[in-house]
């Protein structure tokens, strides 16, 4: 992979970027918009957000997950904002939870694939941290022009109960409440949770509406007689509390968490918080708005861990990555970040920001088996272009050192908490902690770049292969018409790297404000510590 890492010419403010994305974000939480809202509310019901504002804890926030679900993909279908579905980590009754919740004013809360995706991720957070999951289910049910991308295949529909049933065998605690229509193979999350609540008059749980069910079988019966409150506590027992409204339901929603059972933790290691040496608005000023410029990882790092904590690992050795034990709102970590200035060996060799070499790799696979060894949570700090490449790197060895950085990350088995600031590149992705690699969350910033090369590199790339094949043709491709062609990919490429394109297809959890990383990271290690099982650390066959 290249070390040459931009795809912009004019790079955009960072602060800017940010009040960009704020904007958008506003109008995607919007669902489907005002008119369906005013809907909603006119059947009585509160929106996905409302029931989440009623149900959370006052003066507490939900760390949502997931918003930028969805985002431009779905222009053909009218659009899906954030999936159709609300989800993140909230306190009720002073517990910590995960809130997955229908938005009926998407689509009626059908689901698309994206919303299959958003759902699994949900509760894949709930099984990793062992934190209790509240469903609040108002969905017609699958999207049926895209069946076949949502219902058949392993991460599709059907997984969503299948991880019902693994999330109650686990001991994690379920509790769903019906508060709209809940249909078909839908009508199973909530049952198979361990207890379920539905909102008399608006809730309605069935395997076949009143048409199908006419269409079907010839048999005459409306929906509230078929599947509504009534039905289901008093005659089925398919449901276990019969709700007068949306209030009435949260309420019970929060009491029933109140009352849960003890739970056992991990035990990371914690102290009192200490602010950090810089404050956190600095990261503005030392991070750069031109992703070409080098910049000190260190002073990222002073913005973000308590102050005095950093005891750096191999300081001197592979500089061009940052490791090292630190704290972060007292909480004991692991820090792995790509040191982005340019840094030179004992032996005299420049070495290039952003760039893995063999020894940063072995020092980092090195380090992340230490903090295995110590049961501390690791954090990681992206913004890497890729492996070093050439003949001297090759000579080197530079795949070999890299696999062991890969392996120890892969077989890793404490939390992994990994943060995007500037670029993610190639293999660069996978050696710190990329999506594949099951970190419990990952966030990037608005100036992050997600792609298996720079777009400079890529774009060239694309083009010599375009002009290649229609030279093969016998056209023959002007300079002018070359440029042309550079820039249409250039443009493409550059689209599909901006951290929203990845958000949309959940690549990250979500995109944050850099004042936030603090309060992130934190917050991930307290969901971690909910899970007490921390497997043995094994790497197997290592390349040395």
Not at 181 to 192: E, F, K, Q, R, T
Not at 196 to 203: N, P, R, Y
Request: proline content about 3%; overall charge negative.
């Amino acid at each position: 992979m290249s070390s040459q890492d931009s795809t912009s010419t004019s790079p955009q403010d960072l602060k800017s970027l940010i009040q960009e994305i704020n904007k958008t974000e506003e109008e995607i939480k919007k669902g489907g918009g005002e008119k369906r809202i005013k809907k909603q509310h006119d059947k009585g019901k509160l929106t996905a957000r409302e029931r989440i504002d009623m149900l959370i804890d006052d003066d507490t926030r939900l760390y949502e997950l997931g918003l930028w679900a969805g985002y431009e993909m779905y222009e053909d279908e009218g659009g899906c904002p954030s999936g159709g579905v609300v989800t993140g980590i909230g306190t009720v009754s002073g517990r910590d939870c995960v809130i997955v919740a229908n938005d009926a004013t998407v689509k009626a809360g059908a689901w698309f694939p994206i919303t299959a995706k958003k759902n699994l991720r949900a509760q894949e957070i709930a099984l990793e941290n062992k934190l209790p999951i509240l469903y609040l289910v108002d969905s017609a049910g699958v999207y049926l022009p895209m069946q076949d991308e949502i219902f058949p295949d392993k991460e599709h529909f059907g997984r969503i109960f299948r991880n019902n049933a693994r999330l109650s065998a686990e001991g994690i605690p379920q509790i769903a409440a019906i508060m709209g229509s809940c249909v078909a193979g839908g009508a199973y999350l909530p049952i198979m949770s361990d207890e379920a609540l539905i909102v008399d008059g608006t809730g309605s749980v069935f395997l076949a509406g009143s048409y199908l069910v006419k269409a079907a079988i010839g048999e005459d019966v409306d929906n509230e007689t078929l599947g509504g409150a009534t039905t289901h506590t008093e005659i089925s027992g398919v449901t276990d509390y019969k709700m007068e409204d949306d209030e009435e339901c949260l309420s019970t929603v929060r009491d029933l968490v109140d009352k849960l059972g003890p739970f056992d933790k991990a035990g990371f290691n914690r102290k009192e918080s200490v602010e950090p040496a810089r404050d956190v608005t600095e990261i503005f000023d030392v991070f750069p708005d031109d992703r070409t410029k080098p910049y000190d990882m260190n002073k990222v790092l002073e913005c973000i861990v308590d102050e005095d904590s950093f005891t750096e690992f191999k300081k001197g050795y592979g500089q061009t990555l940052i490791t090292g034990f630190a704290r972060v709102d007292g909480w004991s970590v692991g820090i792995v970040a790509n040191q982005r200035k340019v840094t030179r060996t004992k032996q005299g060799e420049m070495q290039v920001g952003g760039v893995i070499y063999s020894d940063s790799a072995d020092k980092a696979a090195r380090f992340i088996m230490n903090c295995n060894q110590k049961k501390i949570p690791i954090v990681f700090l992206q913004d890497v272009s890729g492996f070093m490449i050439g003949k001297r790197a090759e000579h080197g060895g530079i795949i070999k050192d890299g696999a062991k950085m890969v392996n120890a990350v892969s077989n890793s088995t404490v939390p992994k908490i990994t943060i995007v600031v500037g670029n993610s590149y190639g293999a660069g992705n996978y050696a710190m902690c990329g999506r594949a690699y099951d970190p419990r969350f990952m966030y990037a910033w608005p100036s992050a770049q997600i792609a298996v090369m720079g777009g400079t590199q890529a774009a060239k790339v694309l083009t010599q292969i375009r002009v290649s094949a229609l030279e093969k043709k016998g056209k023959e491709i002007t300079e002018e018409e070359e440029q042309e062609i550079m820039k249409e990919i250039s443009e493409r490429y550059e689209h599909q790297t901006d951290v929203r394109y990845a958000a949309a297809r959940l690549w990250v959890d979500g995109i944050i404000n850099p004042i936030e990383t603090r309060d992130r990271i934190s917050h991930a290690i307290n969901c971690a510590d909910h899970n007490p099982d921390i497997e043995e650390f094994k790497t197997g066959v290592m390349q040395v």
